[in-house]
C-alpha cells in the first residue's frame, strides 16, 4: 500500500498546505486573504487514493482495529509540526449528531482519545455541538465557511473550571484539536474561533487527511 503522506517541509505556516518544491515555511493565499483562527495545521495524509480508502473505513463502515495504525501516523504528524512538550490538551471536533446516530461512534473521539494518550497529554473534549449546519460536501468555500459559523459552544461548566488547567500559567498553552478530513479548514477554523472566545490563547490542528485544492 502506497500511502499519499503530506510532506514535512514546504509547508504554509498557518494551513499546512503544502507547495511543490518549496523549503521552509510559506503563507498561502488562502491564509491571507481568508484568516484561519486556528495557529496552525497538521496533516497526515492526502485525501486520496488508498489514504481516502483508509480515512472512510475507519470513518464510515467501523473499521476500528484500524485506530492504531492511524494514531501512529497521527503522532507522528504532531511530532514533526509541533513542540509536543508545549501542548494543554487535546481534543476532537465532536461530531454531528446524525453521524453519531447512524453510527453509534465518534470516529474522531477515539482517535483523539488514543492520541492524548501516546503524547501523555490529557484529553479533554471542550467542545460541543450546537449547531446544526447543513453537510460541508457539494458546498463551495465561502458557503462552507457561512455554513460552520456558531456550530460549537464550550459549555459553561468548562468555562468556569478554566478551559485549559485550573491554573492560570496553563492558558496561553495551545490545545490540539483533531479532525479527520481538512478540506477548506472552515469546521476547524470555527472551532479554533470558539475556543479562542472562551479563553484559549492558541489552537492547533491535527488532521488524518487533507484535501487540497490548489
Ligand atoms: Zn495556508
Redesign the pocket.
Known amino acids: 500500500m502506497r500511502l499519499p503522506f503530506v510532506p514535512t517541509d514546504g509547508l504554509?505556516?498557518?494551513?499546512?498546505?503544502d507547495a511543490v518544491g518549496l523549503d521552509g515555511e510559506y503563507?498561502?493565499d488562502?491564509?491571507r486573504q481568508h484568516r484561519?483562527h486556528f495557529d496552525r495545521a497538521a496533516s497526515v495524509f492526502r485525501f486520496e487514493g488508498e489514504a481516502r480508502e483508509l480515512v472512510n473505513a475507519f470513518k464510515f463502515r467501523e473499521k476500528l482495529y484500524l485506530r492504531d495504525d492511524l494514531v501512529d501516523f497521527l503522532e507522528a504528524a504532531v511530532r514533526a509540526r509541533f513542540r509536543v512538550d508545549e501542548i494543554a490538551c487535546v481534543m476532537p471536533i465532536p461530531s454531528t449528531l446524525t453521524h453519531r446516530l447512524l453510527r453509534g461512534y465518534n470516529q474522531c473521539a477515539i482517535l483523539a482519545q488514543a492520541l492524548a494518550k501516546r503524547l501523555g497529554k490529557p484529553y479533554r473534549p471542550l467542545l460541543r455541538r450546537v449547531g446544526h449546519p447543513e453537510k460541508q460536501g457539494g458546498l463551495d468555500e465561502a458557503a462552507r465557511r457561512e455554513n460552520v459559523i456558531d456550530t460549537f459552544a464550550v459549555p459553561r461548566c468548562v468555562l468556569a473550571r478554566g478551559v485549559t488547567k485550573p491554573h492560570s500559567s496553563f492558558s496561553t498553552s495551545p490545545v490540539l484539536v483533531l479532525d479527520d478530513i481538512m478540506t477548506t479548514g472552515s469546521t476547524l477554523s470555527e472551532a479554533a474561533r470558539t475556543l479562542k472566545a472562551a479563553g484559549v490563547e492558541t489552537v492547533w490542528t491535527v488532521s488524518l487527511a487533507r484535501s487540497i485544492r490548489l
Open positions: 504554509c505556516r498557518k494551513c499546512g498546505r503563507l498561502c488562502d491564509c484561519p
